[in-house]
């Protein structure tokens, strides 16, 4: 139920401030739809993995009481410009994210780092957390290593849809699939992307050669795409009913999609075959290919192929 009072929350603030996809305020809806749609659809997902263990399920009650109001407060905050204002706003909300981390964090300490569908999941909570320092520091107005305002606010969309749920489906790819060495492939390969798509952006910032940046989203993008291809596979097996395979099929064609865009925008210095596509461009397809196609559809698609969760 908070999913659908989110939703309809998220459509009056796009209805309200954002007149075009380009522009900043796309992005700031982005975070929004993050907090106010997504979240729900994941914790439903992870719910039975944290009913585990007492201590687990205590903080899992936490973070789910937590999510609708922390949610709604990030939206506020997000209307005001940066400040101490917007800030505080946003603070429950970023101790949301530090609660996921811990609950990823507690479960890798108890499993390690096999088996590797779980080690992915865990990692999209710890993850997270990283999108939460950047939530706050642009709902502070700050500029960390000297970036604009818009690589702050994107990157902290980037570690709520890149960071958070594409580990998390991997992760769910990969328990489909766990004697495919592809598969296997692919859920490394996304472990190593969403941090080094960070690394190589600040080393692009701080002047250094543009090349770390390419071959990390050359890594982020090849390993997704590959999730998206196993993804279609599932979405072509009649043994799962057509609702679910509708979603993941339109999941797995919209994530091709925002990361071959992801591909060609790293690629701009050596090879420009789209030389409108800079960042405003990349907000409006990339960003909306990857949050409303990807990561929406994939987690409608994995809640109703398992009707336990809402038990």
């Known amino acids: 139920m908070s999913g659908v009072i989110g939703g309809a929350l998220w459509l009056a603030f796009v209805v309200w401030r954002v007149t075009d996809f380009k522009t900043l305020a796309w992005s700031t809806a982005l975070l929004g739809f993050a907090a106010l749609v997504l979240m729900p659809l994941l914790l439903d997902l992870i719910r039975l993995d944290c009913e585990t263990t007492p201590r ?18 990030l939206l506020a905050s997000c209307i005001l410009p940066g400040g101490w204002a917007a800030a505080l706003l946003a603070s429950p909300w970023i101790v949301l994210t530090a609660m996921l981390a811990g609950i990823g964090g507690y479960r890798l300490l108890r499993h390690g780092f096999q088996p590797l ?40 969309v980037h570690f709520h849809f890149a960071g958070l749920v594409l580990p998390v489906m991997t992760g769910l790819i990969v328990q489909e699939f766990p004697s495919s060495r592809v598969a296997t492939i692919a859920g ?5 992307g969403v941090p080094l798509v960070a690394v190589g952006i600040t080393s692009s910032q701080l002047g250094q050669t543009h090349a770390l940046e390419f071959f990390a989203a050359l890594v982020l993008a090849g390993s997704a795409m590959i999730v998206a291809f196993f993804q279609l596979r599932l979405a072509a097996e009649i043994r799962w009913p057509l609702k679910v395979r509708m979603w993941w ?18 690629a701009r210095p050596y090879f420009a075959p789209l030389p409108w596509l800079d960042l405003p461009w990349m907000r409006a397809l990339h960003g909306t290919a990857n949050a409303l196609g990807f990561a929406f559809c994939s987690l409608v698609g994995w809640r109703l192929a398992r009707p336990e969760v809402s038990r």
């Open 188 to 192: 490394w390969g996304v472990l190593a």
């Open 56 to 73: 687990l399920l205590r903080i899992f009650r936490a973070v789910r009481a937590l999510q609708f109001p922390a949610a709604a407060l």
């Open 249 to 266: 099929g339109a999941a797995g064609f919209s994530l091709i999609f925002g990361m071959s865009l992801a591909l060609l925008y790293a």
């Open 117 to 156: 569908g779980s080690l992915c999941q865990d990692a999209g909570l710890i993850f997270i957390a990283v999108g939460g320092v950047w939530t706050l520091a642009d709902r502070l107005g700050l500029h960390p290593l000297g970036f604009g305002t818009d690589i702050v606010q994107l990157t902290a």
